[in-house]
């Protein structure tokens, strides 16, 4: 893929916390719970155009990544932003969790996961 340098960037995720579809909301509180960080720019001309423009975010829960050396997981945009079907019911892949309490508990996750972040 050529890319055109008139692109623009799409809609994009705000910075903060979130909840993937697979969250259960009767376990903890923190299950298929992410930070995102950002988005990222695929450098090369020759990546598909999905993968062009990536969300960068980091799990609140002992995920593969995490366990892995607390890395970050990156997802295409497009697939981050979109909507999936469960049982039935047309959900986002990712919920903005918006609510303080929660989002209190969840920088106390992230200050324990992560204590080298200085937020």
Known sequence: MHRDKHTK???VPEIGF??????????EFNNYAYEVVGVAHHTEDDAY????FLVIYR?????FVYKLGRLFDAR??????ETI??????????????DEALIAQLKEK??????????
């Open 85 to 98: 079907e469960k049982n039935g019911v047309t959900r986002p892949r990712f919920a903005r969790i918006t």
């Open 18 to 27: 979130y909840y993937h579809y697979k969250h259960d909301p009767a376990g």
């Open 49 to 52: 155009e999905r993968d062009q």
């Open 9 to 11: 960037l799409p809609p």
């Open 76 to 81: 295409p945009l497009s697939m981050f932003m």
């Open 110 to 119: 992230r200050r324990e996961m992560y204590p080298e972040l200085k937020t």
């Open 59 to 63: 799990p609140l829960y002992e995920a």
